[in-house]
């Protein structure tokens, strides 16, 4: 065959197959509105055979309602899993959609706000005195850097509060796992104070916006913070649950100079974001004032968790042989 009868059977076969293989590009966005004569290598699609079918499967049935009587364009990218795992439609006790996806309607609770908020571990043996020192050491400048400027001192204390309970948790999940033991629920009681903390920035998230340097800041301390806390933990899980019982205390200490602040009127006291509202059930009406108080009552709650922890261990005991405070925020 010569070269030109060999090139014009390649054309004839690349013609008959490119609408049922490369037609794939054009659904998914890729290759689409470059030109017709370009030929485009099949992009991973082709590798889940299955998924991409299914796609295109999709594609060719008529618009659906989404149950509010508007029509859903089939023809918008829509993630499919090839393990047919769906994502659940939540709604609130009403019926209405439920708007968050970091938290859902069984998580939220209320908080108690009774606690002792005054409440401090007098540092008497040399260990405890080490770990209050290293609080007091590490608060001082990060009061003289935000002065009264609280909501972004709030940002960098929950991004680093938000570290002790997931390591904690994560190095006795890990001695279970290897000791093949039970862990009294301690580690998921520290989960549940990592996670609560996250929820603390996630609701400082929806009333502030961070500059670059506090953005910054906050990946050097976390970072600085989250692997100094991780090996004082292997040392000494007595001496990390003590650090950060003290840390509580100052994050409690730093709510109430917020809420002070709020009823002389040096900072507004603007309505709550909703997302504070669902979490910690506020009523709809709940301002600014309410969601510290809430804030700083979990931090209280951790404060007793950790000091709590450090006891135990302190008097010759393991976390294991005392069940552990779940749902103690």
Not at 50 to 62: C, G, N, Y
Not at 115 to 124: L, Q
Not at 171 to 199: D, P, Q, T, V, Y
């Amino acid at each position: 065959m010569s070269h030109n009868g060999a090139v014009k059977l390649s054309g004839t076969l690349l013609r008959q197959l490119r609408p049922s293989i490369f037609s794939m590009s054009s659904s998914y966005g890729i290759g689409a509105g470059r030109g017709i004569g370009v030929l485009r290598v099949p992009t991973p699609e082709i590798r889940y055979w299955s998924t991409v079918a299914s796609e295109e499967k999709k594609s060719t049935q008529p618009p659906a309602g989404d149950g509010e009587g508007k029509a859903v364009d089939n023809n918008k990218v829509v993630v499919s899993s090839y393990w047919g795992l769906t994502p659940p439609k939540v709604s609130k006790a009403d019926g209405s959609p439920w708007r968050w996806n970091c938290f859902r309607p069984w998580e939220t609770y209320t908080a108690d706000v009774s606690i002792d908020v005054k409440k401090h571990h007098v540092a008497s043996t040399f260990m405890d005195k080490f770990a209050y020192w290293t609080v007091q050491t590490l608060k001082y400048p990060t009061y003289l850097f935000f002065q009264r400027r609280h909501m972004c001192h709030a940002l960098l204390l929950e991004t680093v509060a938000a570290v002790p309970g997931m390591v904690g948790g994560m190095l006795l999940h890990c001695k279970s796992l290897r000791r093949f033991e039970h862990s009294g629920g301690w580690i998921k009681a520290l989960l549940e104070e990592a996670e609560n903390e996250r929820m603390h920035l996630m609701t400082f998230i929806e009333l502030s916006n961070p500059q670059w340097y506090e953005r910054a800041l906050v990946f050097t301390v976390q970072g600085l913070f989250f692997n100094a806390y991780f090996f004082t933990y292997l040392a000494s899980p007595k001496l990390a649950h003590r650090i950060t019982g003290y840390l509580e205390e100052e994050a409690v200490n730093s709510y109430t100079e917020f809420l002070n602040d709020i009823e002389n009127g040096k900072f507004d006291n603007s309505p709550a974001p909703a997302i504070a509202i669902d979490y910690w059930r506020l009523p709809p009406d709940a301002r600014l004032k309410d969601v510290i108080t809430v804030i700083r009552a979990d931090e209280a709650h951790h404060r007793d968790l950790n000091h709590f922890a450090s006891d135990i261990q302190c008097q010759g005991h393991e976390l294991k042989e005392y069940p552990a405070p779940i749902g103690y925020h």
